[in-house]
């Protein structure tokens, strides 16, 4: 299948600094991508969907200012959990979605803030 | 979000037994859905998909069933194997791109 590519899988930061995650579709282009927050036994919920070269569009509930989403390539979205805090601590994870319909997932970045 | 909701939060089974995982979503405009599974610490892996305009696919021992008439999706996996525990979402396209998940399911393989 498709190879989407999330980067890093595990990343521990002080409360109040910044973190960036890559997600790189490897062998496909992806006009959109989307992101997903899941907490320990608990399904994956919809933050956002990103989109190349335009604004994300962010789910209900999901602050835009703490969560910047940047698509600026077709292969490439990035998130940046901006002041991150303890409360921010949870598994993110890309996808991105194939023109045939199947959406395929990154390996997840594991994040903690301490 | 939509709410797609899974019957059992966990399945147990023995080896070499079929399991049956089962699904149920709130949307009847979604035309397209998709179940994933997923091993702790990894992100979602695709198994099956299947559109609406079918009730059922088959893939590799697994099958997908779908019934729109009570909205409702189930994953058949033929002669489980301690290789298939984890836990199993499916997920629902109801309108652009975006995929909504269920809850889950974990199921657990006993030797």
């Known amino acids: 299948g498709a190879v989407v590519s999330q980067h890093p899988s595990r990343v521990i930061c002080k409360s109040g600094t910044s973190v960036k995650i890559e997600c790189r579709s490897l062998d496909f282009q992806a006009t959109t991508m989307f992101w997903y927050r899941q907490f320990p036994k608990k399904s994956l919920m919809l933050m956002a969907t990103s989109n190349e070269g335009s604004k994300a569009t962010y789910e209900q509930g999901v602050e835009k200012d703490k969560f910047l989403i940047n698509h600026a390539s077709l292969t490439l979205s990035t998130l940046t959990v901006t002041s991150a805090h303890p409360e921010d601590s949870s598994f993110y994870i890309c996808s991105a979605r194939l023109q045939t319909g199947g959406a395929f997932f990154g390996q997840g970045t594991r994040l903690t803030v301490v | 979000g939509e709410s797609v909701g899974l019957h059992l939060p966990t399945l147990s089974v023995q080896e070499g037994d079929n399991s049956i995982i089962n699904c149920a979503y709130s949307?009847?405009?979604?035309?397209?859905f998709i179940w994933y599974k997923q091993e702790s610490g990894k992100g979602p892996q695709f198994i099956i998909d299947i559109r609406s305009n079918m009730d059922k696919r088959q893939g590799q021992r697994v099958t997908v069933l779908l019934n729109k008439t009570v909205k409702h999706l189930s994953l058949q996996i033929a002669a489980t194997q301690p290789g298939d525990s984890a836990v199993y979402f499916c997920a629902e396209n109801p309108t652009g791109n975006q995929f909504y998940f269920g809850t889950g399911t974990s199921l657990t393989v006993i030797p």
């Open positions: 949307n009847s405009a979604s035309d397209y």
